[in-house]
């Protein structure tokens, strides 16, 4: 049995072998993902209460971290498209990458 953790996701991956007819052995192998954490399976309403709140608000940061990205790529392409003035055009892209930074130096 193999569990794998991601930020929003926890999968499992059982594998079991069964002895088969003249030596040769079957293989089962059962894939299955929920999300994570959950209020009751993973005891968040109780004892793992302050560790769901921060696994969840990690998530939360990731996916503003990504916005500030997407808002940068944004940025560059509308002011390279409207010949806007560059100083601009970079400082706009410096400070969204800096909020981007900052987002994920807290991982």
């Not at 509308?78 to 807290?106: E, N, P």
């Amino acid at each position: 049995m193999t569990i794998r953790y991601g930020l929003v996701k926890r999968c499992e991956i059982q594998v079991s072998h069964v002895p088969g007819h003249e030596g040769e052995d079957i293989d089962y192998t059962d894939y299955v993902c929920r999300d994570f954490p959950l209020r009751v399976a993973d005891g968040c309403e109780k004892e793992n209460r302050v560790f769901c709140a921060l696994w969840t608000s990690a998530g939360y940061v990731s996916e503003t971290g990504i916005g500030f990205a997407v808002m940068t790529l944004l940025a560059l392409i509308i002011g390279i498209s409207t010949h806007s003035r560059r100083r601009r055009v970079w400082r706009a892209a410096a400070g969204l990458i800096l909020c981007h930074g900052m987002l994920f130096s807290s991982f």
